[in-house]
């Protein structure tokens, strides 16, 4: 028999933990993911981030209407589908009603959001995933949310800078260094805050490990797991 191919459904039970929806068991089917610049597991269609995590609309009908008007921007850009993927640090704005929301992460690892001034909105930090040099022997950095963009060598793997939006253009360079100031995005301690003090590597193909400290007890995590943040994050109108 040929394979017949992905499935154009997702049953709610199977959706991504990332999603922070208390009904899985009561509703059988849920919108699915789209391709897009956050993988599947850790992001929320955005249909689903409007009806049933902000509950701006109480059916998908309505969530379309609302998205078709053109009334939703992802990062200062208009989104039409209500499958798009919406991920961390992602600027959730309704221009018109004069509602922001950043995409943040719970203790449980959950993708939440967290209103937002219409300042705060006009920047975003991104994670450098990934590096490389492109013809012309410039430098493209690219962002835990599929952005890539041309830069310095100063800026390695690992690190953050903080962006403009709508319009992205280079504002801030964090560097995960010693005594950086980390959001840890997954794991038993996700959504910590925690302060850099060592980066351990391990021998035999074992992924890195961070030695970190939050405001009661150090510990250690994967260090893929560290996204470095500046002071202002978890202040007024950014905390979780």
């Keep these: 028999m040929a394979k017949r191919?992905?499935?154009?459904?997702?049953?709610?039970?199977?959706s991504a933990k990332a999603i922070p929806v208390t009904d899985r068991k009561e509703r059988k089917w849920m919108t699915k993911t789209a391709p897009g610049p956050h993988p599947v597991k850790h992001a929320i269609p955005l249909g689903v981030l409007v009806r049933d995590i902000l509950r701006i609309a109480p059916t998908l009908r309505e969530?379309?209407?609302?998205?078709?008007?053109?009334?939703?921007?992802?990062?200062?850009?208009?989104?039409?589908?209500?499958?798009?993927?919406?991920?961390?640090?992602d600027v959730v704005s309704f221009p018109k009603g004069g509602k922001y929301y950043r995409?943040?992460?719970?203790?449980?690892?959950?993708?939440?959001?967290h209103e937002i001034t219409?300042?705060?909105?006009?920047?975003?930090?991104?994670?450098?995933?990934?590096?490389?040099?492109?013809?012309?022997?410039?430098?493209?950095?690219?962002?835990?949310d599929g952005r890539n963009l041309l830069s310095d060598?100063?800026?390695?793997?690992?690190?953050?800078?903080?962006?403009?939006?709508?319009?992205?253009?280079?504002?801030?360079?964090?560097?995960?260094?010693?005594?950086?100031?980390?959001?840890?995005?997954?794991?038993?301690?996700?959504?910590?805050?925690?302060?850099?003090?060592?980066?351990?590597e391990r021998k035999g193909g074992k992924p890195s490990e961070a030695l970190v400290s939050d405001k009661?007890?150090?510990?250690?995590?994967?260090?893929?797991?560290?996204?470095?943040?500046?002071?202002?994050f978890g202040a007024k109108g950014e905390s979780k």
């Design 216 to 232: 009661s007890e150090e510990f250690i995590t994967v260090a893929k797991y560290l996204f470095v943040v500046d002071e202002a």
């Design 153 to 200: 060598n100063h800026i390695r793997v690992g690190d953050s800078v903080v962006v403009s939006l709508p319009k992205v253009s280079l504002k801030a360079h964090l560097k995960r260094d010693m005594g950086s100031r980390c959001l840890v995005m997954e794991g038993k301690h996700a959504g910590s805050i925690v302060k850099l003090k060592e980066i351990i």
């Design 118 to 144: 219409k300042d705060q909105a006009a920047m975003k930090i991104l994670r450098v995933v990934g590096k490389h040099t492109v013809p012309g022997g410039k430098l493209n950095l690219t962002f835990h």
């Design 103 to 113: 995409i943040m992460v719970d203790s449980k690892g959950r993708l939440v959001p």
């Design 63 to 89: 969530v379309r209407q609302i998205i078709t008007g053109r009334l939703l921007e992802i990062d200062g850009t208009v989104r039409t589908d209500e499958k798009f993927p919406v991920g961390l640090m």
């Design 5 to 14: 191919g992905g499935t154009k459904h997702q049953k709610r039970i199977a």
